[in-house]
Structure formats: C-alpha cells, structure tokens
C-alpha cells in the first residue's frame, strides 16, 4: 500500500506536468509563485485522493495531525498541503540552494531583458502624460480620465513607430492589442500587462496598487533628469538620434500642454512649461554613448 503523502504528491506532480505549468521541477514553486489562486485551487483539488483508493485511514490521520495533508470539502476526499510539498521538496530545495536561487533571480534582481514594444509606448505615454508622482498617476478607475489616456497611448505608438522604435505593422499590432481585449477598456488590459516593467527600468516604473500606475522620478516639485533618462534610454535606445529628437521631445510636451488638464482630477504641477527643459534634457543625456 502507498503512503497518502507520495500518492498526493505524485498526483500534484503529474496534474501540473498535463496543464504544462511544472516550473523549476518544484511542485512547491510551481503552486506557490507561479501561478493564481484560482487555478491553484483547481490543480490542488484534482490532485486529491478518496477514501478506497488503497489508502490507509489510520496513516492518513498521522499526516493530516502533522499538517501535511488536509481534508477537502468534498466527502471523504484529501489534499496536500503546503507544509506536506515543503516536506516532499525540502532536501532538494535546500541543499542545492535551488528555493534562494529561485527568489533571488525572481524577486531581488534586474530584468536583463528589453522591454516588449507594448512596455516602451506604455512608458512613453507616462511620460507625455507626466505620471510623475503617487499624487500625479495613471487612474484606471477613473473612467472619464481613460479616453484621453488611451489616446495619448496611441499616439505614442505612432510617434515611436515613426523613428522606428516599435514595430510598424498596424494590422498586426491592432490585432495583438485587440486580441487581449474582453469587457474591460482597452487601456485597462494593457495596463494589466505591465507587471514585469519594474524590473526592466530599475524600478522607476512604479505599480501603486487599486488600478493605479506613475513614474517615480520626482522629489517634491522637482524631477530626477538621470532616472527620465534612463527611461528615454531603455525605451528607444539607438533609435533615438539628433536628427528626430525632437520629435520624442515635441510630442512629450504637447502631450502635456494639451491634454494635461484633462488627464488628472487636480492640477498637476508637472504639466507646467518649466518642466519641458527637464524632458529635453533627459532626452539629450539619454543619447550620451557613455551613459547606463
């Protein structure tokens, strides 16, 4: 007879492997970061056992008082735990330094990556929108602030289309955004994707929580030129040149002149013209061949 903890465990392992989310070879990582709660819950419970699949009541007892197993809220069924994937993984995740490796790369690391083309108009939009603060940001919730923002958002892409730094194939472009789209505004299924940002732009790019997003280059009422360079520099790098740099510059600070009163609640208070040296400035450093 098979003990209920490597039946439980087997089970888990081979429902992740058929959904093709067994990630890292850790049952444990699989469920507990890479993956939502619902689907979570899902994978757990079908990789539960009843009483009569050749399983020992009594051995089943020791290991739900142990809290490795527990019972499902389904009629003589059970379900591994966390603790009992950490019991089952431990060794391995340890000894090999495999779990620290793991949160290390995850969490505590700079994504090397470029950011996809959907990340630089994303970025661009902030900026000629001037999302500078957790005061001055990009509010999805508010949805008689979205139009304008979705606007903004496209003609961003047609500014860096124009300069070559985003692909320039519409069909497929508009069909890629489109594709994403379901009941919800577009702009807030774009927004939605942008968790892997802040990593990329040495976290500048900032996720405020309750469907809220800025840019965290201010300090008071004043603007960091070196991190709005940095963002110039990851998102239209080589592409930026001196003959179409104002370009990106005209179209930033048009953006905000424009249609900068009509993207907040309140004033904000980097819409003012004085601000739009700041952003040539930027510009200018970013196109530095000594600058990272």
Request: with cysteine.
């Amino acid at each position: 007879m098979k003990d209920p903890l490597d039946l439980l465990f087997e089970n888990i392992k081979a429902t992740l492997k058929y959904e093709g989310r067994y990630e890292e070879d850790s049952c444990l990582i699989s469920l507990a970061f890479e993956m939502r709660g619902n689907k979570r819950g899902e994978i757990i419970n079908e990789s539960g056992i009843e009483i009569g699949d050749d399983v020992s009541i009594v051995r089943l007892r020791e290991l739900i008082d142990d809290g490795l197993v527990r019972e499902s809220e389904e009629h003589d069924k059970y379900l591994i735990t966390a603790m009992g994937l950490w019991n089952m993984e431990n060794e391995t995740l340890l000894n090999n330094g495999k779990l620290v490796a793991y949160v290390d790369r995850k969490y505590f690391t700079t994504d090397t990556k470029p950011l996809g083309d959907m990340e630089r108009i994303v970025i661009i939009t902030l900026i000629a929108g001037r999302a500078f603060s957790r005061e001055n940001r990009l509010e999805l919730h508010k949805d008689t602030l979205l139009e304008h923002w979705q606007q903004i958002f496209w003609d961003a892409y047609e500014t860096l289309k124009s300069i070559g730094a985003v692909k320039s194939d519409d069909k497929t472009w508009d069909e890629k955004i489109r594709q994403q789209i379901t009941n919800e505004h577009p702009l807030s299924t774009i927004m939605r994707n942008c968790g892997k940002i802040p990593k990329k732009v040495q976290r500048i790019f900032n996720l405020a929580g309750g469907q809220t997003y800025y840019l965290d280059i201010s300090n008071e009422n004043t603007l960091s030129d070196r991190k709005l360079a940095v963002l110039f520099k990851k998102t239209i790098g080589d592409k930026l040149t001196f003959d179409n740099m104002d370009e990106i510059v005209n179209f930033c600070n048009d953006v905000s002149m424009k249609k900068g009163p009509l993207l907040y609640s309140e004033t904000n208070p980097f819409c003012h013209p004085k601000f739009d040296t700041v952003i040539e400035n930027a510009v200018l450093e970013s196109m530095n061949p000594d600058f990272t």
